[in-house]
């Protein structure tokens, strides 16, 4: 097996566990920030969120169509410098459509969401990633390239 | 492990957790060597295991962090235990546990019928002993009904009653549990019920009892038999007889049902001494057993006394709670009402409008209208006494109608059941129909608008503008043919409301139009039932519709009632005004501000000149400009998505200042204000609830609405921009 396709499989306990996600966006020369409910696609190239169509979040991912999520184990004791992983995926965002299949992908996670997800005034958001940066051990980073 | 299914015979008295407070007392029963109903109890244990299989824990997590419960009305609290209840309705107990279930009461019961009752830990213990929080359901026969009436009685652990008393009962998602009891059905000849120590003398005793089962009398729909019996020897110090013995429940295929009792079974009493004298016998056993007063359910079959329940004494201390939990009413008693609503009170309350309306104010002198603006508020305050002893229970018609049409059709909405009820010809829509067709004739005709404009209205128009008047001007809203015929204009200046509303991205959403039209849900719902039960389904919905529809008309009639009340107070204010005028010209007599009281003395004394009161106007509070809430959440009330510019409603008056496409921004919205609403593009309100006046107009609008925004007038200014979410319940705020 090659040390990237270990490197990410590795990470798939981590994206199954974890149901937040630190959502950041841009516009302009601004940053924002958000904890989205996440799920990602079993080859984790995609992972989806949710959200209500109203909001900032919503327009600053339409406006500039990039995004990037962290997702972490961090536990909130000093513990975590060592034990903690964190892990940043960068990537292009779309709306995608609500699918039977993707609402199966989104809901098996998240089964309380269920009304949110299908709710004509939310989307659907796709993070295509990129790449995967993974922090652990306090200071040890290693990129994953996904194109 | 722990037991799912626990008998009755292997009851320890360890286990309360597991079984619940109502199967320890009737183990506790059994311990005294007294008959109980052969039963068994499904374990607290297996209500987790279906909440967590399930995710129905997160679910009712997500549902209870929707607001504040300290923030929420008790409207707002059936509104969260009515879509609980749909999540246990719509979620199947997973197939090993039913399983599990299904094989511990097979054997016991087959099909026997059966109580399911439900059976809390703490529910019944001396502090938290209260009456009607969780379900109980009679007469269930069959593993798989009684399977699916254990889901029942675990969502009842979420009642709107229940939610009430969250704080007494401890009510946590993580830690509390249900219990549920099956228990054999007796079919006895008498029931009744015994209060150990009677709560208005501590020396005695009350037995009260019926023939047949118990439930019409625990209902309240049937008068007992009632003995006060001497605590000490057991001695009957009182018998009272019942005005009649009309009625008896019996039991039918599915349920009870409640029938004329056969004559010669009226005229016997359902006690002889000798059974008096062992259930006080009985009673006493089992307060020192408990070692307190108790409210006992017995019934006698075959000549042997059992004891169904025995809990602590109710004592309802918080009079708003006990007034809640008294709106729950049985069908038999809300046709009463209803009756009493329709052909009583209504009529009794336009005929006084009516005749306050021939009153000639003018022809009176000062102390003469004095007297009746006294007269008039207190009419006025006797109408909302009854408004709120009378027509608010009968309020709740719609919502049993609401509970029935879910346990039978199971909708993934639990707010379906209103499109059978919208549409029922509330007053406040016939008036706003009247309304449109006035803003019609100015759309069309533009040479009438202008016109109208420049106040030279005539023909038809004035005509009708005169027929509105004498209709519909009693409100206490349009306080003038001026401004009710500025309202017109704008109304007419605005998209003709035919047009469909903005409906966010409507084609994604399956809408339940798609489920078929109202006739088509109504087939559904009726022939949900069996044929000897459709009479009954579409009596049901017919006071669902009643219910609905007086709700909202209620409110007319009595605002017509305010209304003559304010006109007795304008009169003697325009009296006023020409006093203070009189006295000094350079006075502007704004007379609004004159309290009743000033008027009052002014009226009773030539020479008083009044003092103005100081109205703070909402509007004045300080606004804190470093923080600003920019998105909140709320209930949703009328489906839909809009953006629109914020019309914030401090006073009535603000009513007029509403431009067409704006969003309808108040603290409680009722009928006589909802003239306004076919101007609007969406509404937002602090009073929360899917069944307020606001949700019920916006629904008949098809307009989006959010309910239960705190301080919605606070948070939200004149000019925000808003966006509407009426699918999530979000409103989102843009401040320019």
């Not at chain 1, 990237?4 to 950041?24: C, G, T």
């Not at chain 1, 841009?26 to 940053?31: L, N």
């Not at chain 1, 000093?78 to 299949?101: I, L, P, Q």
């Not at chain 2, 605002?559 to 006023?576: F, K, M, P, T, W």
């Given at each position: 097996?090659?040390?990237?396709?270990?490197?990410?499989?590795?990470?798939?306990?981590?994206?199954?566990?974890?149901?937040?996600?630190?959502?950041?966006?841009?516009?302009?020369?601004?940053?924002?920030?958000?904890?989205?409910?996440?799920?990602?696609?079993?080859?984790?190239?995609?992972?989806?969120?949710?959200?209500?169509?109203?909001?900032?979040?919503?327009?600053?991912?339409?406006?500039?169509?990039?995004?990037?999520?962290?997702?972490?184990?961090?536990?909130?004791?000093?513990?975590?410098?060592?034990?903690?992983?964190?892990?940043?995926?960068?990537?292009?965002?779309?709306?995608?459509?609500?699918?039977?299949?993707?609402?199966?992908?989104?809901?098996?996670?998240?089964?309380?969401?269920?009304?949110?997800?299908?709710?004509?005034?939310?989307?659907?958001?796709?993070?295509?990633?990129?790449?995967?940066?993974?922090?652990?051990?306090?200071?040890?980073?290693?990129?994953?390239?996904?194109? | 492990?722990?037991?799912?299914?626990?008998?009755?015979?292997?009851?320890?008295?360890?286990?309360?957790?597991?079984?619940?407070?109502?199967?320890?007392?009737?183990?506790?029963?059994?311990?005294?060597?007294?008959?109980?109903?052969?039963?068994?109890?499904?374990?607290?244990?297996?209500?987790e295991r279906y909440l967590d299989s399930t995710h129905i824990r997160d679910s009712i997590i997500m549902e209870l962090s929707r607001k504040d419960m300290a923030d929420m009305r008790w409207e707002e609290m059936w509104d969260t235990s009515l879509r609980i209840r749909n999540m246990f309705l719509n979620t199947?107990?997973?197939?090993?546990?039913?399983?599990?279930?299904?094989?511990?009461?097979?054997?016991?019961?087959?099909?026997?019928?059966?109580?399911?009752?439900?059976?809390?830990?703490?529910?019944?213990?001396?502090?938290?002993?209260?009456?009607?929080?969780?379900?109980?359901?009679?007469?269930?026969?069959?593993?798989?009904?009684?399977?699916?009436?254990?889901?029942?009685?675990?969502?009842?652990?979420?009642?709107?009653?229940?939610?009430?008393?969250?704080?007494?009962?401890?009510?946590?998602?993580?830690?509390?549990?249900?219990?549920?009891?099956?228990?054999?059905?007796?079919?006895?000849?008498?029931?009744?019920?015994?209060?150990?120590?009677?709560?208005?003398?501590?020396?005695?005793?009350?037995?009260?009892?019926?023939?047949?089962?118990?439930?019409?009398?625990?209902?309240?729909?049937?008068?007992?038999?009632?003995?006060?019996?001497?605590?000490?020897?057991?001695?009957?110090?009182?018998?009272?007889?019942?005005?009649?013995?009309?009625?008896?429940?019996?039991?039918?295929?599915?349920?009870?049902?409640?029938?004329?009792?056969?004559?010669?079974?009226?005229?016997?009493?359902?006690?002889?001494?000798?059974?008096?004298?062992?259930?006080?016998?009985?009673?006493?056993?089992?307060?020192?057993?408990?070692?307190?007063?108790?409210?006992?359910?017995?019934?006698?079959?075959?000549?042997?006394?059992?004891?169904?329940?025995?809990?602590?004494?109710?004592?309802?201390?918080?009079?708003?709670?006990?007034?809640?939990?008294?709106?729950?009413?049985?069908?038999?008693?809300?046709?009463?009402?209803?009756?009493?609503?329709?052909?009583?009170?209504?009529?009794?309350?336009?005929?006084?409008?009516?005749?306050?309306?021939?009153?000639?104010?003018?022809?009176?002198?000062?102390?003469?209208?004095?007297?009746?603006?006294?007269?008039?508020?207190?009419?006025?305050?006797?109408?909302?006494?009854?408004?709120?002893?009378?027509?608010?229970?009968?309020?709740?018609?719609?919502?049993?109608?609401?509970?029935v049409y879910n346990d039978v059709i199971r909708p993934s909405d639990p707010y379906e059941f209103m499109e059978l009820l919208s549409g029922s010809g509330l007053l406040s829509m016939k008036r706003n129909?009247?309304?449109?067709?006035?803003?019609?004739?100015?759309?069309?005709?533009?040479?009438?608008?202008?016109?109208?404009?420049?106040?030279?209205?005539?023909?038809?128009?004035?005509?009708?503008?005169?027929?509105?008047?004498?209709?519909?001007?009693?409100?206490?809203?349009?306080?003038?043919?001026?401004?009710?015929?500025?309202?017109?204009?704008?109304?007419?200046?605005?998209?003709?409301?035919?047009?469909?509303?903005?409906?966010?991205?409507?084609?994604?959403?399956?809408?339940?139009?798609?489920?078929?039209?109202?006739?088509?849900?109504?087939?559904?719902?009726?022939?949900?039932?069996?044929?000897?039960?459709?009479?009954?389904?579409?009596?049901?919905?017919?006071?669902?519709?009643?219910?609905?529809?007086?709700?909202?008309?209620?409110?007319?009639?009595?605002?017509?009632?305010?209304?003559?009340?304010?006109?007795?107070?304008?009169?003697?204010?325009?009296?006023?005004?020409?006093?203070?005028?009189?006295?000094?010209?350079?006075?502007?007599?704004?007379?609004?501000?004159?309290?009743?009281?000033?008027?009052?003395?002014?009226?009773?004394?030539?020479?008083?000149?009044?003092?103005?009161?100081?109205?703070?106007?909402?509007?004045?509070?300080?606004?804190?400009?470093?923080?600003?809430?920019?998105?909140?959440?709320?209930?949703?009330?009328?489906?839909?998505?809009?953006?629109?510019?914020?019309?914030?409603?401090?006073?009535?008056?603000?009513?007029?200042?509403?431009?067409?496409?704006?969003?309808?921004?108040?603290?409680?919205?009722?009928?006589?204000?909802?003239?306004?609403?076919?101007?609007?593009?969406?509404?937002?309100?602090?009073?929360?609830?899917?069944?307020?006046?606001?949700?019920?107009?916006?629904?008949?609008?098809?307009?989006?609405?959010?309910?239960?925004?705190?301080?919605?007038?606070?948070?939200?200014?004149?000019?925000?921009?808003?966006?509407?979410?009426?699918?999530?319940?979000?409103?989102?705020?843009?401040?320019?």
């Open positions: 097996m090659l040390k990237s396709q270990r490197l990410k499989e590795s990470l798939i306990p981590l994206m199954k566990k974890q149901k937040l996600a630190v959502l950041a966006t841009c516009h302009g020369d601004g940053t924002y920030t958000n904890l989205v409910g996440f799920a990602a696609s079993e080859d984790l190239a995609s992972i989806y969120f949710v959200t209500p169509v109203a909001t900032r979040k919503y327009s600053y991912l339409t406006g500039s169509g990039k995004a990037s999520m962290m997702i972490d184990n961090r536990t909130n004791t000093s513990n975590d410098f060592k034990d903690a992983m964190a892990v940043n995926a960068n990537g292009r965002v779309v709306v995608a459509e609500k699918t039977a299949e993707l609402k199966k992908l989104y809901i098996e996670k998240h089964p309380y969401l269920k009304d949110f997800l299908e709710s004509p005034s939310s989307a659907l958001i796709r993070l295509d990633v990129d790449r995967y940066i993974i922090a652990s051990s306090f200071q040890n980073v290693v990129e994953l390239d996904m194109t | 492990m722990k037991r799912y299914v626990i008998d009755m015979e292997e009851i320890e008295t360890g286990c309360l957790e597991l079984i619940g407070s109502k199967a320890l007392s009737l183990h506790k029963v059994m311990n005294e060597d007294l008959q109980v109903p052969p039963f068994t109890c499904i374990s607290t244990a297996a209500y199947a107990i997973p197939g090993e546990l039913e399983k599990e279930l299904l094989s511990g009461i097979r054997e016991l019961f087959c099909e026997k019928p059966v109580v399911v009752r439900s059976s809390a830990p703490g529910e019944d213990s001396g502090n938290t002993s209260f009456a009607g929080l969780h379900e109980s359901y009679v007469n269930v026969r069959g593993a798989g009904p009684i399977i699916e009436h254990v889901r029942l009685v675990w969502a009842s652990l979420w009642s709107d009653a229940a939610l009430l008393y969250r704080e007494e009962l401890g009510l946590d998602v993580g830690k509390s549990g249900m219990a549920v009891i099956i228990q054999e059905l007796m079919e006895g000849q008498a029931s009744g019920i015994i209060f150990s120590r009677s709560p208005n003398d501590n020396e005695q005793m009350i037995i009260e009892a019926v023939h047949g089962l118990n439930k019409g009398l625990v209902d309240g729909d049937l008068e007992p038999d009632r003995w006060t019996i001497d605590r000490k020897d057991g001695a009957i110090i009182d018998y009272q007889e019942p005005s009649g013995r009309e009625k008896i429940v019996h039991l039918v295929e599915k349920g009870t049902v409640l029938e004329s009792m056969p004559d010669e079974l009226a005229q016997m009493v359902p006690l002889d001494e000798r059974e008096v004298h062992r259930l006080y016998q009985i009673a006493m056993i089992l307060e020192r057993c408990f070692e307190g007063p108790q409210d006992i359910e017995w019934t006698i079959k075959d000549g042997n006394i059992y004891v169904l329940q025995s809990r602590p004494i109710t004592t309802g201390k918080d009079e708003e709670k006990v007034w809640y939990l008294s709106l729950r009413r049985t069908v038999d008693d809300l046709q009463k009402l209803r009756r009493r609503v329709e052909h009583e009170l209504i009529p009794e309350m336009i005929s006084d409008y009516l005749a306050l309306q021939t009153v000639d104010l003018q022809g009176m002198d000062d102390s003469e209208l004095g007297r009746e603006i006294l007269r008039r508020k207190e009419l006025y305050e006797s109408w909302k006494q009854r408004y709120t002893d009378e027509f608010i229970p009968f309020a709740h018609g719609m919502r049993l109608f609401a509970q129909e009247e309304l449109k067709r006035l803003a019609d004739m100015l759309r069309q005709d533009t040479a009438l608008m202008d016109r109208v404009k420049n106040d030279k209205a005539e023909g038809a128009f004035l005509e009708r503008i005169e027929d509105f008047a004498q209709n519909y001007m009693h409100a206490g809203i349009f306080k003038s043919r001026e401004e009710l015929v500025g309202h017109i204009v704008e109304l007419a200046s605005g998209p003709d409301r035919k047009e469909a509303v903005k409906r966010g991205r409507e084609e994604k959403y399956e809408e339940r139009d798609k489920e078929g039209d109202k006739g088509e849900m109504e087939n559904r719902f009726i022939s949900a039932f069996s044929d000897s039960e459709q009479a009954f389904a579409r009596e049901l919905l017919d006071m669902g519709r009643t219910s609905y529809r007086l709700r909202d008309d209620d409110n007319i009639h009595l605002g017509r009632i305010e209304h003559q009340y304010i006109v007795s107070l304008n009169e003697a204010r325009d009296r006023i005004a020409i006093r203070v005028q009189g006295f000094d010209t350079n006075i502007n007599a704004n007379t609004n501000d004159y309290s009743e009281n000033e008027i009052l003395k002014a009226l009773n004394d030539d020479e008083y000149l009044p003092v103005k009161g100081s109205l703070k106007r909402e509007e004045d509070k300080a606004l804190d400009i470093k923080e600003h809430v920019r998105q909140i959440q709320g209930q949703p009330a009328g489906r839909g998505l809009v953006t629109g510019i914020a019309r914030v409603i401090v006073d009535k008056q603000d009513l007029f200042k509403v431009r067409s496409g704006e969003i309808l921004v108040c603290d409680a919205i009722d009928p006589n204000m909802t003239f306004v609403v076919p101007l609007v593009s969406g509404i937002v309100e602090r009073r929360g609830g899917m069944l307020i006046h606001g949700a019920i107009i916006a629904r008949e609008y098809g307009i989006p609405c959010v309910t239960g925004i705190p301080d919605a007038t606070g948070i939200i200014r004149n000019g925000d921009e808003l966006t509407v979410d009426g699918y999530l319940g979000i409103v989102t705020i843009r401040r320019k």
